[in-house]
């Protein structure tokens, strides 16, 4: 597969993550359509050091693992590579990093971005459950990015629409936040050497100096308890799964189209004709992780702008150090987030049948919570005394996986016979102490109603599902209604996102390797993610 063509098909409409990079697509390099803006300027800089740097990555593997390197020192304990101190530092050959790029370019052009871009800055985002530490080197399909413009091998391939985010690696050209140029007394205090970068520079806030803040934790490993169920782009092991998924998914063969239908209709093979649907079988929201760049945003609507908080300020405590459960529950205030989830799946005359769902999680069972802890030594005359306080800078996501605490977030029925092959999951954040008000949005429910004969085989449930296995589902053979769909919601809301999950073409599991399977995660809006699985009443009750 061509590098132009990668970049083209990844940044489709479909925001699914497929973790199966070998399976091949058929689409040309004349299908992407290119917006491209006119700028000038600092921004014509910018591109152009993007143009240079993914010619120079792609061209060169030992680039790519320098920045990866660089990335994972976390110079301000994010993963951003500060361009005016690593251009100077040496790539395994023996090379600065402004060397190379000097090669796909001149030391004038470079000095030019230099001078113009003082505050330089390469990130590495995690995002859609990417982790830098994970990145491949090897592979020479690392775009860059810039303005939601995409470069590969020093060439503007594609664009980046306002609602669409990479499933994959890939290095952001930007300016520093974190980092600044010193500013002597006007900024933070020259004293500490803590807060200064490279002498030339400085970080905007002590939260982002490494040394700063491995010195407010002294006891970090008893207190830090980071805790990630599954890591690794989905990964689930076999016993969290439901064991008639796994059949029916190892059953489907290639054709993972399959694995959903052949559960609800107990069908065997991919070609086995279906019985009846199974009403004990249903499709769950099996997980859904928020962004920590969501937290303050949430945070405010779920405490009615702060008037309830989750944490209390900080707890001393004095003598002797307390343990991360004994900080918690004093620091935890004993609030949770509350989530409404409006679940569309079908159209009956002029309504939209929907379903009103609420979930309840608590600020530690959605992110870790970095505690700080403060020592302040003893003297003759005073004890020792340890204060406690959460970060919420420094918060990390995690999946929560609702069926575990308790939460029952399986769907209503979904015949495909009679329903749409699509369900819309909208997502809320809510203030729980605000009054209702009704909401109206358009709901596009999409169903199978003909084959590729011109044949209408509405309620033919064989027909249906022949049709999708096969991945004959286009406009010709289905048909798409726009209705208003109308509901109550508390006025002090927030729309997170909203999902639309396709019964044939969002499979359950995408690969199997082991006893580990790569459970899928569909995208919102770059800040929620979500993965619904069809369990079976058997596996919910055990």
């Not at 660089?70 to 301000?76: G, N, P, S, T, V």
């Not at 005073?382 to 406690?388: A, E, F, M, P, Q």
Request: with cysteine; proline share 4%.
């Amino acid at each position: 597969m061509k590098a132009k063509e990668l970049v083209g098909i990844v940044f489709g409409s479909v925001c699914l993550i497929s973790c199966s990079s070998e399976r091949d697509f058929d689409i040309s390099r004349e299908d992407i359509t290119l917006s491209i803006a006119t700028v000038t300027g600092k921004e014509q800089r910018m591109s152009r050091f993007s143009e240079i740097l993914s010619k120079a990555s792609y061209e060169r593997k030992e680039v790519r693992d320098f920045l990866k390197a660089q990335a994972l020192e976390k110079i301000d304990n994010g993963y951003n590579i500060f361009y005016p101190v690593a251009k100077g530092k040496e790539l395994e050959t023996g090379v600065t990093l402004r060397d190379v790029l000097v090669e796909y370019s001149s030391d004038a052009e470079i000095e030019a971005i230099e001078q113009t871009v003082p505050l330089l800055n390469i990130h590495v985002p995690e995002l859609a459950g990417t982790k830098v530490v994970d990145m491949d080197t090897g592979n020479e399909e690392i775009p860059v990015m810039y303005s939601r413009r995409i470069y590969l091998d020093g060439t503007l391939v594609d664009s980046l629409g306002s609602d669409e985010v990479p499933g994959f690696h890939l290095y952001v050209v930007d300016e520093s936040g974190s980092i600044r140029q010193k500013q002597g007394g006007a900024g933070l205090r020259q004293a500490s050497a803590d807060l200064e970068v490279n002498g030339e520079y400085e970080y905007v806030d002590p939260v982002f100096s490494p040394a700063h803040t491995k010195k407010s934790s002294l006891r970090a490993s008893g207190l830090e308890e980071l805790s990630e169920k599954y890591t690794g782009r989905g990964w689930v092991p076999q016993s969290e799964i439901d064991p008639e998924l796994l059949t029916a998914c190892r059953n489907s063969g290639d054709n993972l189209r399959a694995t959903r239908c052949m559960m609800y209709y107990g069908m065997s093979t991919p070609s086995q004709e279906p019985g009846s649907l199974r009403t004990d079988v249903k499709d769950a929201i099996f997980r859904f992780r928020i962004s920590r760049d969501a937290f303050s945003a949430i945070e405010s609507i779920a405490t009615g702008g702060g008037r309830r908080p989750f944490f209390q300020g900080n707890t001393s405590n004095k003598k002797t150090a307390l343990s991360r459960e004994e900080v918690l529950n004093r620091l935890l205030t004993g609030r949770a987030f509350c989530f409404v989830f409006r679940i569309e799946g079908d159209i009956q005359g002029e309504t939209v049948v929907s379903k009103g769902m609420t979930v309840y999680a608590g600020p530690e069972e959605l992110f870790n919570l970095y505690i700080t802890e403060n020592r302040r030594h003893p003297t003759w005359f005073r004890h020792t005394k340890y204060t406690y306080s959460i970060s919420t800078t420094r918060l990390e996501e995690k999946w929560f996986y609702p069926m575990e605490h308790g939460r029952d977030t399986r769907l209503d029925e979904w015949n495909i016979a009679y329903q749409p092959i699509t369900k819309r999951i909208v997502m809320y954040i809510v203030d729980t102490n605000s009054d209702d008000k009704l909401v109206e949005e358009d709901y596009a429910a999409t169903y199978i109603t003909m084959n590729e004969s011109g044949i209408d085989i509405r309620g033919n449930i064989q027909e249906i599902i022949k049709t999708g296995i096969e991945g004959k589902q286009n406009p010709y053979t289905t048909t798409t209604y726009i209705k208003k769909t109308r509901y109550e919601i508390e006025s002090r809301n927030q729309k997170l996102s909203e999902f639309y999950f396709n019964f044939f073409d969002d499979y359950p599991i995408e690969q199997i390797q082991g006893n580990e399977y790569v459970v899928p995660a569909k995208i919102g809006n770059g800040a929620i993610e979500m993965t619904i699985l069809p369990i079976s009443n058997s596996f919910f009750y055990k």
